[in-house]
């Protein structure tokens, strides 16, 4: 082997072992937070978003900071939607469950703010360290006023 094509296979493999860290974080995010994400408007003025974790990070639904198997209260509310519904003959998709949830004006984390309030300012409804400074009652004006829970209806898929 020549030393220039020793330089090349070596820079080849040097590209196939970094491959992994070259990859963009937007191909690492699951479904349901691409999916979650736009429909709870959290995407709104980040063109940018998918490429931005701390859009939807994973302390929404799990204890973890990176995710895994350890559910917050929010979470483990969402897998109950399912269950619950799944029970009754309803098989719902993701942005289908996480809006019966937020409809359903109930308070995961027991902050004194509906997990919808929680997420129509932006704080995680599943931690009850993380809640609104605004007044439950001035929130929920402003909730109300923004068209309420129906803002979180599953999105359109384009035709």
Same mark, same amino acid.
């Given at each position: 082997?020549?030393? +220039?094509?020793?330089?090349?296979?070596? &820079?080849?493999?040097?590209? &196939?072992?970094?491959?992994? !860290?070259?990859? +963009?974080?937007?191909?690492?995010?699951?479904?349901?937070?691409?999916?979650?994400?736009?429909?709870?408007?959290?995407?709104?003025?980040?063109?940018?978003?998918?490429?931005?974790?701390?859009?939807?990070?994973?302390?929404?639904?799990? &204890?973890?900071?990176?995710?895994?198997? !350890?559910?917050?209260?929010?979470?483990?509310?969402?897998?109950?939607?399912?269950?619950?519904?799944? !029970?009754?003959?309803?098989?719902?998709?993701?942005?289908?469950?996480?809006?019966?949830?937020?409809?359903?004006?109930?308070?995961?984390?027991?902050?004194?703010?509906?997990? !919808?309030?929680?997420?129509?300012?932006?704080?995680?409804?599943?931690?009850?360290? +993380?809640?609104?400074?605004?007044?439950?009652?001035?929130?929920?004006?402003?909730?109300?006023?923004?068209?309420? &829970?129906?803002?979180?209806?599953?999105?359109?898929?384009?035709?």
């Amino acid at each position: 082997m020549t030393p +220039s094509l020793r330089v090349a296979a070596g &820079v080849l493999g040097a590209l &196939v072992l970094a491959a992994p !860290a070259l990859v +963009s974080p937007a191909l690492a995010l699951p479904k349901y937070r691409t999916q979650a994400a736009p429909q709870l408007h959290l995407t709104e003025g980040n063109a940018l978003w998918a490429l931005d974790r701390r859009v939807m990070p994973c302390t929404y639904c799990h &204890v973890d900071p990176t995710g895994g198997p !350890a559910w917050n209260p929010f979470g483990q509310a969402l897998q109950q939607t399912f269950a619950t519904e799944a !029970a009754a003959g309803r098989h719902l998709t993701f942005p289908q469950a996480l809006h019966t949830l937020l409809a359903a004006g109930t308070d995961a984390d027991e902050d004194r703010y509906a997990d !919808a309030l929680e997420v129509f300012a932006k704080t995680l409804p599943g931690d009850p360290d +993380s809640k609104p400074e605004t007044p439950v009652d001035e929130l929920t004006t402003a909730f109300e006023k923004a068209g309420g &829970v129906t803002q979180y209806q599953p999105l359109k898929k384009p035709k």
